[in-house]
């Protein structure tokens, strides 16, 4: 569907919820992560870009401290919310993430006075794709757009990632909002999470003959919550035992030294060694694209996935299964993106082998007995930005 097309659709649906045209209809991505992987909360680097999936928000301005909420894709009707009972943690269904960031802007003193608001989204919920980043940032752009609050999209990407983690309550590092908010189309973006510093990278797979798949497994293992936290904890105990602020600060050449300082620590010991061989994995990827040896990422991507198998222990068999299927069928490479636990995998392969790849994925799924996976393009896309 045509942006044109989809924005009047999200006005003519606003206009019969609320019984007035919006004042304008914004879109944010989703994002893929090419490499980069539970770096984001270790002041590291990741490298995502945005998908041709998005959200779109038709919203208009109120006055009266009021939030009406309504999502196409969401059982149920409009909710109404009053922007003076806002609170962090009281709202377990999909409506914390657009509030909490009228919430978030409030805190920081941003003078939101209410909106209506209509949402609907291509992006899949739950598949390591960040549905909830591009629901956060498409309404945090179109608040400070109508409120004229003149914040930069790092900043909002800021705001975006305080509402998930203080209002929804969920942990996350700052990687996914800002992807949906800064990535441009046919660019990576090279992100140091530290300062938020950026690179475009340009990324045209295309035109060297290759093709980034998402494979989508459609599970998700109900323990990733929990792991998730057990992995950020060990990083800080890891940071701290080695006495810097962060694991970015290990540099990748004093590595050994810094397992052998971790003693018996075997836990804490392969939690560092991902982390350090990650970041060092994201930098190697920059040098090879900018040198225009797309190619060779491959087995980057491909080291990546065994170091988040083996010693960050984030996978799961139907993501190794992608990632061994593919490698053994001639991709160029593969791993697993986003927190891991299921979700997708991404598989970068010559445009020839494209057909070859998706049945023998789909027939290694249904021999193993597991759900058919989804299997999609990735381009570089557009990040968020007003349409109408
Ligand atoms: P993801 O990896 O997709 O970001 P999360 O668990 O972080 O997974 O976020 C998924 C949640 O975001 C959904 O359960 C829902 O609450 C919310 N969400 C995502 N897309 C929509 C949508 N189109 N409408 C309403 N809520 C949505
Ligand atoms: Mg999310």
């Known amino acids: 569907m045509g942006a044109a097309v989809a924005a009047q659709e999200v006005r003519e649906a606003f206009a019969g919820l609320y019984g007035a045209e919006p004042d304008g209809v914004w879109a944010a991505p989703g994002r893929v992560n090419l490499i980069g992987e539970h770096t984001d909360y270790n002041d590291g680097f990741v490298m995502p870009f945005a998908l ?53 802007l409030r805190e920081a003193g941003h003078p939101v006075t209410g909106a209506d608001i209509h949402l609907t989204s291509t992006v899949p919920t739950g598949a390591g794709l960040s549905s909830s980043a591009a629901i956060e940032v498409v ?28 209002y929804v309550g969920a942990p996350t590092g700052i990687m996914d909002q800002t992807a949906s908010a ?35 497994t459609q599970v998700k ?50 939690l560092v060694r991902h982390v350090v061989t990650e970041d060092a994995r994201v930098e190697r990827v920059v040098a090879l694209l900018e040198a225009g040896d797309t190619r060779a990422i491959g087995p980057v991507l491909t080291e990546g996935h065994a170091s988040l198998r083996d010693d960050f222990r984030v996978s799961c068999p139907e993501l190794d299964l992608v ?49 058919a996976p989804r299997v999609f393009e990735a381009v570089p896309s557009p990040g968020a930005r007003r349409l109408v």
């Open 182 to 216: 800064c990535c441009e189309e046919g660019h990576a973006l090279f992100l140091d999470t530290r300062d938020l510093s950026q690179k475009q990278i340009p990324l045209d797979l295309a035109a060297e003959g290759m093709r980034l798949l998402v494979v989508d």
């Open 52 to 104: 041709p999936h998005q959200a779109l928000a038709a919203v208009s301005r109120r006055a009266d401290g009021r939030l009406r909420l309504h999502s196409s894709d969401i059982e149920g009707g409009v909710a109404e919310l009053r922007l003076d009972d806002l609170v962090p943690e009281s709202d377990e269904s999909w409506t914390a993430y657009p509030a909490g960031v009228v919430w978030a």
């Open 323 to 371: 990632v061994d299927t593919a490698v053994a069928h001639g991709a160029l490479g593969a791993r697993m993106t986003g927190g891991g636990f299921g979700g997708s995998a991404i598989v970068l392969t010559d445009i020839t082998e494209v057909d070859t790849l998706t049945k023998a994925i789909g027939e290694a799924f249904a021999a193993a007995g597991h759900t």
């Open 221 to 270: 293992h109900s323990h990733s919550t929990g792991e998730y936290g057990k992995r950020r904890e060990g990083c800080e105990k890891g940071a701290a035992l080695l006495g810097v602020d962060a694991l970015r600060d290990v540099p990748f050449a004093g590595l050994d030294a810094a397992l052998a300082r971790l003693g018996d620590e075997e836990e804490v010991r392969r």
């Open 139 to 166: 309404v945090a752009l179109a608040l400070n757009d109508l409120y004229e609050l003149g914040l930069q999209r790092w900043q909002l990407a800021r705001l975006c990632q305080r509402a998930e983690n203080v």
